[in-house]
């Protein structure tokens, strides 16, 4: 259930989530067990933990993530939840998803995505609503409207690279990549799975844009690229936020406002369709 949303937990951490549901200790979550625990979380929106958080993601979580169509890079092609770049492309090429994320919207959503085959070079993180290349040819290291993770393991926000502290460990083909954005605190945090996907490393980025969307950025390279969506969620939490959202920090014209999205879900795609 947590891969299909999208979602990394340690053994460590799934093992305690059963324990949490686990009422007579039999390491079975049966289904009064289940309906307890759900009974126990539903009145606390915006849980971030534990297994009452898995939970009400599940109930509460909008559509799948898609990948965009109109947002395709030289050489990508989309098929189903499998976005691909040919190979022998003399430039980068970036694949936006189609769930735009902000304070005023779906502001908790994760994906999860498997790097089946990914060249040296390559970028997976997300963009903010501002970043719109030409070409969609714009590497996310060179991008003011992006943070990402390279296949080395470095993590750049805005074209700069973080502290040399702030490191993931080498991505790889095989290997899988969960994202996850927490909007009421502008914070992204990026995990890199094994083939068994379990946790190898995770870092936490601050300070994103105001609305962002998870995307792909292929390398040039002399073999084909693959990455697919293996699980991915989006939940309107209704948690609210202490900090004050004014003009985007990541907007070098400062367009973007919150505010655009307080007229409901019509006005909400509308703007999207505008900005992205």
């Known amino acids: 259930m947590a891969l299909s949303l999208g979602m990394a937990f340690s053994k460590d951490d799934l093992e305690q989530m059963v324990r949490e549901a686990d009422i007579d200790?039999?390491?079975?979550?049966?289904?009064?067990?289940?309906?307890?625990?759900?009974?126990?979380?539903?009145?606390?929106?915006?849980t971030s933990k534990g297994f009452g958080a898995l939970a009400l993601r599940k109930k509460n979580a909008g559509p799948p993530m898609k990948w965009r169509m109109d947002k395709t890079g030289p050489g990508v092609t989309v098929n189903g939840a499998v976005a691909s770049c040919a190979a022998g492309g003399k430039g980068y090429s970036a694949q936006l998803l189609d769930v735009l994320c902000s304070a005023a919207g779906y502001d908790a959503a994760s994906a999860l995505i498997e790097c089946t085959t990914i060249s040296k070079g390559s970028f997976i993180g997300i963009v903010g609503s501002n970043f719109q290349p030409t070409a969609w040819d714009t590497a996310f290291d060179t991008s003011k409207h992006a943070a990402a993770v390279g296949t080395d393991g470095e993590v750049f926000?805005?074209?700069?690279?973080?502290?040399?502290?702030?490191?993931?460990?080498t991505v790889s083909s095989g290997c899988s990549l969960s994202l996850s954005v927490n909007m009421q605190d502008q914070e992204l945090t990026i995990t890199v799975l094994d083939k068994e996907q379990q946790i190898v490393s995770a870092v936490t980025v601050e300070h994103l844009p105001v609305e962002v969307c998870f995307a792909v950025c292929f390398a040039p390279s002399e073999e084909a690229q693959s990455v697919?969506?293996?699980?991915?969620?989006?939940?309107?939490?209704?948690?609210?936020?202490?900090k004050t959202f004014g003009k985007d920090t990541w907007d070098d014209d400062n367009i973007q406002v919150l505010s655009s999205f307080s007229k409901g879900a019509g006005a909400e795609a509308e703007v999207a369709a505008t900005m992205m």
């Open 157 to 169: 926000r805005k074209c700069q690279k973080l502290s040399p502290l702030i490191r993931l460990s």
């Open 25 to 46: 200790g039999n390491g079975e979550i049966d289904f009064e067990e289940f309906k307890t625990i759900l009974e126990k979380t539903s009145n606390s929106a915006g």
């Open 228 to 242: 697919r969506v293996l699980g991915s969620s989006s939940e309107k939490t209704g948690k609210k936020t202490t």
